[in-house]
């Protein structure tokens, strides 16, 4: 009896310890998960761009790769060219298909190190990768010239809404297991909309896991009323913008010519 | 520090603005220009969309211009009646010029074409004024007290038009067509270049009707307020371009820079302004032409306003 009692406390025990270990085995159990903070990022009167914390929790083996970015669009371009030999002017238009307007991606690694070219591609993981999707195409519908590509990446990270930073991913491995933060340096450039928020857990070459969510940009306070007004009572807004200037062109001379009289 | 602009959908330097503001409504106070020439360009520096810069600035150009007739007004240097003619030519000859891009746009190359008028008229506009007012006051040094006075030449051809008036401010008898007609040609190049017009028109006040300068920027700064008010609505109602934060901005330096300008220009003589003012658009030649013959660093921009 006394025998019988040992040995069931010791099967309870031996499932208990299993347990526990599973549990505190975080290749096992960890999943990866992403949080933004904020998730609203108002612009007001002040915006000057926003900082953004990503955080979220992933197993200790794997690398890590952030993106944050817009389903990919059409955007026509103007380009220079030479004119006559001599003069740089506008020569014509062109689109670029399948291109985000906004790609931001972090990583714990440097892309090409950690993830094969097929996975990179499949994920649309660097500008290698957004090269071979995206099409340039000229006014008449040919493609265009291909360092017409490299020119758009380099005018959109003039503009700061294209970057591609490798080993800015920090982790920590705690009590509350292996987690990992971002900070994103959100650029002012950015139009309001929606933006998409990507980590993938990458292992051997391959991506293992991912974990999305969003936030949202949207206009706040006056500058959400100017802008609706400029659009919606376009003739109010025309008439409300010659009055204030006339109203403080005259008033200002006046103060000059009282001031200047004595 | 930074401001973020409803329209143009960026966040600029307030300080910056009003500085900006302030220097080009100075010499619009001094030359009766609207500055347009200098302003759009400044501002496409600074990450303003090129089409909200043009329409912005014409916003900004109604307070710096209402301010600066208004203190010329009070000097007695506004000639209405020219001002008003000049005025009515402008609207006509811009809308007209208006078409002529369109049309030009559908045959291409309407940018090369653009460009050039730009620097030819900018080029012979500033050689001819800066010899002309470099001559004047070498003349004025030799001493001579009474030098000789420009003797009115009456143009056969512009004295035999009909409507033959006397415009008292500017004491100079023409036939109201003659402003009427240069008005149409100056909005015609005004619209094909893009720009206010101011300083192709003070050049024609000064060289072809004749007016002293005093009165040339007065009524300079009349015709700018109005095609400028015509101007900003336009773009506002139709294109919805106007962004009004950075014209506040804007108009915040330039009713000041525009009031002191006046004053500075009260203590210059006519052909010291002359000169100042071709140096000025030299300088913008120049420039521009550096700017077509030099490789930019970025070869793309967005299409339309983006």
């Known amino acids: ?262 | 520090m930074y401001m973020y602009l409803p329209i143009a959908l960026t966040s600029v330097n307030y300080l910056l603005v009003v500085g900006l503001g302030l220097a080009v409504g100075l010499l619009s106070g001094l030359f009766g220009v609207g500055g347009g020439f200098l302003m759009t360009p400044l501002l496409m520096m600074i990450g303003i969309p090129p089409t909200i810069a043009a329409a912005t600035d014409a916003n900004q150009i109604v307070a710096a211009s209402a301010s600066g007739t208004f203190s010329h007004w009070r000097l007695g240097n506004v000639d209405v009646k020219m001002g008003i003619l000049l005025t009515i030519g402008g609207f006509v000859g811009g809308a007209a010029g208006v078409q002529v891009i369109k049309m030009l746009r559908a045959a291409g190359g309407a940018d090369f074409l653009i460009k050039m008028t730009y620097v030819i008229m900018l080029g012979l506009v500033g050689t001819f004024m800066f010899f002309e007012s470099l001559n004047a006051l070498r003349k004025q040094k030799q001493g001579a007290s009474k030098a000789a006075p420009k003797s009115e030449k009456k143009g056969g051809f512009f004295a035999a038009l009909p409507m033959q008036t006397h415009f008292e401010k500017s004491g100079v008898t023409h036939s109201a067509l003659v402003p009427l007609v240069l008005g149409v040609f100056v909005g015609v190049l005004a619209a094909i270049m893009g720009v206010g017009g101011g300083f192709i028109m003070v050049p024609v006040m000064i060289y072809m009707l004749r007016m002293p300068m005093h009165v040339v920027v007065g009524t300079g700064l009349f015709q700018v307020l109005f095609t400028c008010i015509e101007v900003t609505f336009l773009q506002a109602y139709s294109n919805h371009t106007v962004d009004f934060f950075l014209a506040i901005l804007l108009l915040l330096g330039s009713v000041f820079g525009a009031q002191i300008g006046t004053v500075l220009g009260k203590k210059l003589h006519g052909d010291q302004l002359k000169i100042l003012l071709a140096i000025i658009v030299l300088a913008v030649t120049v420039k521009i032409v550096l700017e077509l013959v030099l490789e930019p660093s970025i070869l793309l921009s967005y299409a339309g306003g983006h």
Not at chain 1, 40 to 65: C, F, M, W
Not at chain 1, 148 to 174: A, C, L, P
């Open chain 1, 1 to 262: 009896m006394k025998q019988t009692l040992m040995r069931v406390v010791k099967q309870w025990a031996a499932v208990a310890v299993a347990a526990v270990t599973l549990i505190a085995a975080p290749e096992a159990v960890q999943a990866l998960t992403c949080e933004v903070s904020p998730t609203r990022v108002p612009i007001t009167l002040s915006y000057h761009g926003a900082k953004l914390t990503i955080t979220g929790q992933s197993a200790v083996n794997d690398e890590l790769v952030l993106k944050i970015s817009t389903p990919p669009a059409d955007t026509e371009m103007k380009y220079k060219g030479k004119a006559g030999g001599l003069f740089w002017m506008k020569k014509g238009s062109l689109e670029f298909k399948g291109v985000p307007m906004v790609y931001l991606v972090n990583s714990t690694a440097k892309l090409d190190l950690i993830l094969a070219e097929a996975e990179r591609q499949q994920y649309q993981l660097g500008y290698d990768a957004m090269a071979k999707t995206a099409r340039v195409e000229d006014s008449t519908g040919q493609p265009a010239e291909g360092k017409w590509f490299d020119e758009f990446i380099r005018f959109k990270e003039q503009e700061m809404v294209y970057s591609i930073q490798e080993g800015t991913i920090t982790r920590k491995h705690g009590e509350k297991g292996n987690t990992f933060e971002a900070v994103v340096n959100w650029p002012y450039q950015a139009q309001p909309g929606v933006y998409d928020v990507e980590v993938f857990a990458v292992n051997g070459g391959k991506v293992v896991g991912k974990a999305h969510t969003s936030f949202e940009v949207e206009r706040a306070g006056i500058i959400a009323t100017l802008s609706s007004m400029a659009v919606e009572q376009a003739a109010l807004y025309g008439i409300m913008a010659v009055v204030i200037a006339m109203v403080v062109g005259f008033g200002v001379g006046v103060i000059f010519k009282k001031g200047g009289s004595h």
